[in-house]
């Protein structure tokens, strides 16, 4: 056959071929219109299949033409009034633009962002009058993530539905104005009954939407919440979509199936410097990454007036120059204006000169200014689209200009970005053009402008948002308190261990196994791992409970039958999360905050290296403090020296220090069992039953040790546990010659209740103090400071641990896992100087006898420094300290370990 072909003219080839393509395009018609497009994909990929058997190998084709994956014929009417809506969007977009020219006139250099929302106020004014469910409907409300630039134009809306002053829009980024003010960017901390969700460091709004989505299925397949029609939307920028957050977690959007996910790229092609990919084109670029990862993909690329140009190129030649053409060409077309255009673009190819000689400069100019996400109707045919699609998530990819409607000083510039000012003639020109009612004589003040209650304009505005459940965004707390476990529940962990070995890390895991037996608070459990369950010894309770999967579990796993079986199931309650710190900490933002977005309080426990907390995802966790979220961080396997082995990347001596920089973040370093019980039960009460904005971070380590009893009396100790510090261990030697006050945490504790006894041989009785945070001690501390610096004409208080030391005899020795710097932070509010020991620097791959040297925090270390404190007081002979040294082994001239 193939001979048989080659044999033929040049001539009969290419008319053979021509009648083949006939057939087949006819062919495919024939289905397309007498079985629908379901059918005709069936048929293809099945053409694909029996191509790929006979050797013929398809290259992947990631992009579609660079034109609306809708075509016009396929669009549904649109269902709103478009002039009314666009008349919306003037004073939408001028009360915006007012708002941050007025800041940045009475506070020069106060910030704010222009051109965002001016390219996307078709975007989202399409989503709030059609689409986006408000409270009122439940749990078929959606979850929107807002574009934390675009945050003037939120607030504008806010302003014409009424809910918003015009006081508090004057003071926009002015947020301690006696009247107030308005957060620069969403802000649930700040604004906790307007803004959902904190967006505007770059990636991880994104990224949290995917897990919020995947949450809300996890809810729904465990039956804590209804099956619903909500979606989660993100609206995000071009640019943003360099952050790896984004991109890299588009695989489990895909995996799980999650078509409750809506993501709005805002493709203005400009970034804060300029274009985002200047030499290339950045839609077809993101639909590649997408369709690649398994997204439904929708490009919204071209307005209505570009409709009967495509419809007469019958041979594709506006398709063709639209792929040769690079974003920087259409940022520098819009600058230079419509005659630039037609010698440059159409100019390009005789056809399409010819294409649009017709067409006057005004023409030319509205059709190079309307891309498809400055088209309602477009974006409105885009959004019905994902909200019906299933299977997949969808991403909306809506080709803009920056600084749309801005005039020449914004509109389409590099400059964009950066522009907080209009001039008088700027503003006047941009009035005029939105046809707002101001006159000329005002508009030095900027004035806002809201019609009457009862124009036209705000009636729609209301009523379409009364019709979709009410305003979004909008944040309110609705949940029911939980019940806190009784003292009963705990008391195995008050007894210790009688003498057996056990970490701290196997303690937690024993109390999170109790709690999820527990008959109320069991099923609001949410285990969260990042794939090091088998190290944090959690096997048992993937057995107990199971590993969350949508689709259950399709396989029989090796261990079928043990008592430790990897069990996966729809109604699995652990997340396991893979090796993703950032998704984990998604997950846990999700379970944290689900009282406020789905009534449902949850309490997760985030189980992770401590050393992978802080250090890599310290963004999260600070969005997870902005965001109101509840809920247990375990920084397991902590400690420098705790964790032997493992080396510089691993070993954490950090954690607790980074911490500190969290306000609502309330940080724990327990030692022992009971220590962790009470901790655990104490957070339960503070977040769940009291409803308290505040999330823990409690490090455990993985060293075995003798879980000791609780001392007597209990509450007093239960109250030193919580406020950071209680005394342990009083010294026993009577008639000492010199005293001291030991402080130790975490499982250097150890070490200081063994210095303890070796400080008896040389006279000095030492009392023992567990330091269980640093960070209560402190923040107590400064406090109580500011009160007394604030108050000088009263009697001054004492912080906490001041009362408790004020008559505690001798020199004060702290040692921990982590640096120096956390009993350091107490300097100036204690009786006397506190010596500190600690692990500044880096870690090392040894033993944790080997490492607890190495860093100078072992019974030794203390021993030594206990002795050259006394000495430094004039209470003991050097020539002691000096011996001491000798005899206890210890290196006088080992290098300082933060330099090695």
């Not at 059918?39 to 084709?61: D, I, K, N, Q």
């Not at 669009?75 to 708002?99: C, F, K, Q, T």
């Not at 997870?624 to 954490?652: M, V, W």
Request: a negative charge; one cysteine or more.
């Amino acid at each position: 056959m193939i001979a048989r072909r080659a044999a033929l003219s040049p001539e009969e080839q290419r008319l053979l071929e021509r009648i083949e393509d006939q057939e087949w395009l006819e062919s495919l018609e024939y289905v397309l219109e007498s079985a629908g497009p379901e059918r005709t994909r069936a048929l293809l990929e099945l053409l694909e299949r029996h191509a790929l058997r006979h050797g013929v190998a398809l290259p992947f084709v990631g992009n579609t033409p660079l034109t609306n994956t809708i075509p016009a014929e396929q669009e549904m009417p649109y269902p709103g009034d478009l002039e009314l809506e666009a008349r919306i969007r003037n004073l939408i977009r001028w009360n915006a633009v007012a708002m941050v020219v007025r800041a940045n006139k009475h506070s020069d250099g106060i910030g704010g962002h222009l051109a965002t929302y001016a390219s996307a106020a078709e975007l989202f004014e399409v989503g709030f009058n059609h689409f986006f469910r408000g409270r009122e409907k439940g749990f078929d409300r959606d979850l929107v993530y807002i574009q934390g630039h675009a945050s003037p134009g939120i607030y504008a809306r806010a302003f014409l539905e009424g809910r918003l002053s015009e006081a508090q829009l004057r003071n926009f980024r002015r947020e301690l104005k006696p009247e107030g003010g308005l957060a620069s960017y969403p802000h649930p901390w700040l604004m906790p009954e307007f803004w959902e969700y904190p967006t505007v460091s770059m990636g991880l709004g994104p990224i949290m939407s995917i897990y919020q989505a995947r949450f809300m299925r996890y809810l729904e397949h465990r039956g804590l919440k209804p099956k619903s029609s909500a979606k989660v939307w993100a609206f995000i920028g071009d640019g943003e979509t360099d952050e790896p957050e984004i991109l890299g977690a588009l695989r489990v959007a895909a995996r799980e199936r999650l078509d409750n996910l809506i993501w709005v790229v805002n493709c203005n092609l400009q970034r804060l410097d300029g274009p985002v990919y200047g030499n290339g084109q950045v839609v077809q670029e993101l639909e590649r990454i997408f369709r690649g990862a398994g997204w439904n993909v929708i490009k919204v690329a071209w307005g209505r007036r570009w409709d009967a140009l495509l419809a007469r190129d019958t041979e594709g030649r506006l398709l063709k120059r639209f792929a040769e053409t690079v974003d920087g060409w259409w940022q520098k077309y819009v600058a230079e204006g419509p005659r630039f255009f037609r010698e440059h673009f159409f100019g390009a190819d005789p056809k399409l000169a010819e294409l649009v000689q017709d067409l006057s400069d005004a023409d030319l100019e509205a059709l190079l200014r309307d891309r498809g996400g400055h088209d309602p109707t477009k974006v409105y045919a885009a959004y019905r689209a994902a909200v019906e699609h299933r299977g997949q998530p969808t991403v909306i990819l809506a080709h803009t200009i920056k600084g749309y409607g801005l005039g020449a000083v914004a509109e389409a510039r590099n400059v964009a970005h950066q522009v907080k000012k209009l001039d008088t003639s700027a503003l006047r020109e941009f009035r005029d053009r939105l046809q707002i009612p101001v006159p000329d004589e005002a508009l030095e003040e900027v004035p806002f402008y809201r019609p009457d209650p009862d124009s036209p304009e705000i009636r729609y505005l209301r009523e379409r948002r009364a019709a979709l459940g009410g305003f979004v965004p909008k944040r309110e707390v609705k949940a029911e308190p939980l019940p806190v476990p009784e003292e009963a529940f705990f008391e195995e962990f008050y007894k210790g261990t009688g003498g057996r070995p056990v970490s701290t890390t196997m303690a937690l895991v024993r109390i999170i196994a109790k709690l999820l037996r527990h008959k109320e608070l069991g099923r609001r459990v949410v285990p969260i791992i990042p794939d090091e369950g088998r190290t944090f010894g959690m096997e048992a309770l993937v057995a107990q409970v199971g590993i969350y999967s949508p689709v259950g579990q399709r396989y029989e796993p090796p261990d079928a039958g043990s008592l430790l079986v990897y069990k996966e199931a729809q109604d699995g309650q652990i997340l396991e999360e893979g090796i993703t710190e950032a998704g984990a900490m998604s997950s846990f933002i999700a379970a944290g905050t689900a009282h406020t977005n789905y009534g449902i309080p949850m309490i997760p426990f985030y189980i992770y290296y401590s050393m992978f907390g802080f250090q890599r995802v310290g963004d999260l966790i600070w969005a997870a403090g902005d965001s109101r979220a509840r809920g247990f961080l375990i920084g397991a396997t902590a400690g420098r020296t705790t964790l032997a082995g493992e080396g510089l990347q691993h070993q954490d001596g950090h954690s607790h220090v980074a911490a500190l920089t969290v306000p609502n973040l309330v940080a724990y370093d327990p030692a022992f069992a009971y220590e962790i019980a009470v901790i655990i039960q104490d957070g339960l009460r503070r977040m769940y039953h009291e409803g308290e904005d505040v999330f823990y971070y409690i490090t455990v380590g993985n060293e075995n040790y003798a879980q000791p009893e609780m001392p007597e009396p209990r509450e007093t100790v239960k109250e030193g546990i919580l406020k950071g510090l209680y005394k342990l261990r009083a010294s026993n030697l009577a008639d000492a010659k010199h005293r001291a006050q030991l402080f130790g945490s975490g499982a250097i504790l150890n070490e200081v209740l063994k210095a303890q006894e070796l400080l008896e041989a040389y006279g000095v009785a030492a009392d023992v103090w567990s330091v269980t945070s640093y960070k209560n001690l402190y923040r107590d501390a400064v406090e109580t400071d500011r009160w007394n610096r604030l108050h000088p004409t009263e009697a001054p208080r004492l912080p906490y641990a001041a009362q408790v030391l004020k008559d505690a005899p001798g020199v004060f020795v702290a040692a921990s896992d982590y640096m120096k710097l956390l009993p350091d932070a107490l300097s100036g509010y204690l009786p006397k100087r506190m010596h500190a020991l600690g692990t500044d620097g880096f870690g090392r791959s040894e033993a944790r006898a080997e490492l607890r040297d190495h860093f100078e925090v072992d019974a030794r270390h203390i021993t030594v420094a206990t002795l050259a404190a006394l000495a430094r007081e004039g209470e003991l002979d050097p020539k002691v300290v000096e011996q001491a040294i000798q005899k206890l082994g210890v290196d006088p001239e080992k290098p300082d370990p933060v330099k090695l």
